[in-house]
């Protein structure tokens, strides 16, 4: 098999006019013999709103081709689109040309991936400002968990040609301008977790065009998912558990500051704290006895007459008694040593016998 170095590559489409308008930092390598055709397998529920579909695709390794099955991916960032890599043949050999992710879907070569990836654009979904949405004439989703959905039977058009390469023999494209503004665009590499996948599916035997004739079984495929997700679960588990330590640990280590600051602060707060009561129950009786000592003065006051020089106190509550009474009443009570000297001659007259 005849296996060419990626600047050779290179130079076949600079100098051959490959039809792919992408840059040359997204040209991989190149190989003498043509990928297998895209096999048809059964497209994986959405996991989650924001999610976007990337397609399977033949990679190559030193033992050959090797299927790298597609997968819901989270983008970059919003509004980011992905355009698949692709075979292209030029000059004797097959070059592989790497995804992207972009603001809009470039050139793919045609080829005919599946679920919106018809040859051109990509019809799965589209991004309504921050969400993205999905038409599920194409995509596989649960619209009782996903409900951003729309349905567009109209663009569900693909081609019946599944070759997994564009030249002759396969797929016939070329790169409209949209696509060549495209690839000239600003491009995003493939994320962490697309780079993880084809490296666990490079491990996989069972992925392997030896092994399988080109036509990976479903079970494979499945197989790789359980495994991904199994991984994740143990690393998500793994991070869990050191986090979960390390806030035991904090918690520990504040809880034995707390308890020794109780300790050394205790007796401080326990003589404040009968300080305060001493000087409440201090307090109290005796703003008590003040006011009950006040109160006995103001009644003492209100009982007895008032001397000359003072106006006597009224009670508010009470109306005023007549002039007739007001006057005999100090005389009757005997309380008012001043009418009796002022009247001295009327008192005397009045215990003379013989009255006029």
Known sequence: MKTK????????????????ASSSAYVGISVGIAPPAIPVYEQPYCPAPGYIWTPGYWAYADFGYYWVPGVWVQPPSIGLLWTPGYWGYRGGSYVFNNGYWGSTVGFYGGINYGYGYGGHGYYG??????TFAYN??????????????YVNKNVARETGSRAGFNGPGGAQAKANAREQ?????????????????????????????????????????????????????????????????????????????GQQTAAEKGPNKAKKANHSAARTVKNKPASHNQNAAHTQRHRSTVQHANPPHARPVRATAHRQAPAHTRQAAPAARGHNPAQAQQNPKKKKKGKQPGGR
């Open 125 to 130: 979904g589209e991004w309504r400002g921050n």
């Open 136 to 149: 599920t004439a194409v995509s596989r989703v649960n619209t009782s968990v996903i409900h951003n959905t």
């Open 5 to 20: 170095l990626s600047f050779v590559a290179l130079a076949a489409l600079l100098f051959a006019g490959l039809p792919v």
């Open 181 to 257: 503004a495209a690839a000239k665009a600003k491009h995003v590499p493939p994320t962490s977790a697309q780079r993880s996948r084809a490296e666990a599916a490079k491990k996989d035997p069972a992925l392997h065009a030896a092994n399988n004739t080109g036509k990976p079984k479903a079970s494979a495929v499945k197989a790789l998912e359980k495994n991904n997700q199994s991984n994740a679960a143990a690393a998500g588990n793994n991070r869990t558990s050191k986090q979960g330590a390390a806030e035991k640990a904090t918690r520990t280590a504040k809880a034995a500051t």
